[in-house]
């Protein structure tokens, strides 16, 4: 058997060479890490319950037009992507403050923000994804200011929509983060959300109980990961049919 080239592996993915050019196929593991991988687990099914959000995710955005790497998924892990090139930056949306957020500014986790806040840090694991400002970013380089303004309107469409989905399942939008690429259409480049979007990158709070339904779940030891994403995938409908972890608990009718 003909093993594929791997062209890299993340925490939680690997990315092998695609079957045409400009393709990549992205495989989704059960690895879970935390605070710059010093917390480590492997969480059965995880892998294939983000491979599932994470199209949901991208093909709704897609639907209501916003560009994403997504072209199909293939099986449980793994999904056919168009091969971009990542800018290195976490962009972050919040909407609630929460996380690094409310530590640095001693504020209460879930209060309300005064609107949608984009932050960014810079992807560099050795130095812990420091924040950096849109300064650092157009002086060294790593996107020009017209691709900020573009990365701005990119994330806060996708906030528009998450928020939207998540509140229909009762489940507040907290924070998210998201991977912005760039590809070439001929002469001209278009940025496009790339990497995942899962419980892995965002906050969810269930709206009734304050439930969190994300890693915080892992990072902060609340119980089970694949307990809490069952949960999501369950109420958006997406719940694949044989995944191997543990069933979810009913939700108590208040
Ligand atoms: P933070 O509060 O730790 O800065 O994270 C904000 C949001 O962004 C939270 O939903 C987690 C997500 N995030 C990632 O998924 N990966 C990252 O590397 C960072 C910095 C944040």
Redesign the pocket.
């Known amino acids: 058997m003909s093993r594929r080239k791997k062209i890299y592996e993340g925490k939680a993915k690997i990315l092998y060479e695609g079957p045409e050019p400009g393709t990549l196929v992205q495989y989704f593991k059960d690895d879970a890490t935390a605070y710059n991988a010093e917390k480590k687990a492997t969480i059965d099914g995880k892998g294939v319950l983000n491979n599932r959000l994470s199209e949901f995710f991208m093909k709704g955005l897609g639907q209501i037009g916003v560009p994403t790497h997504f072209i199909k998924r293939l099986n449980m892990r793994e999904q056919l992507i168009r091969a971009a090139e990542i800018i290195p930056l976490?962009v972050?949306v919040r909407n609630f403050a929460?996380?690094?957020?409310a530590r640095r500014l001693g504020m209460e986790e879930g209060t309300p923000l005064p609107r949608p806040i984009v932050e960014y840090?810079y992807k560099d694991d050795a130095l812990g994804?420091p924040l950096v400002p849109e300064e650092y970013i157009v002086a060294f380089g790593w996107a020009s200011q017209q691709d900020l303004d573009d990365i701005v309107a990119l994330a806060l469409r996708v906030n528009d929509y998450l928020s939207g989905v998540m509140y229909g399942v009762g489940i507040r939008l907290v924070?998210?983060?998201i991977e912005v690429g760039r590809i070439w259409e001929g002469d001209f480049m278009r940025l496009i959300v790339a990497d995942e979007i899962s419980p892995?990158?965002?906050?969810l709070w269930d709206i009734e109980t304050g439930r969190k339904l994300d890693k915080d779940v892992f990072r902060r030891d609340l119980g089970d990961l694949a307990d809490a994403y069952t949960e999501v995938a369950r109420r958006l409908g997406v719940m694949p049919s044989n995944v191997t972890h543990p069933p979810t608990r009913p939700t108590p009718i208040n």
Request: hydrophobic share 25%.
């Open positions: 976490e972050i929460a996380g690094s957020m840090s994804d924070d998210f983060k892995d990158s965002c906050r």
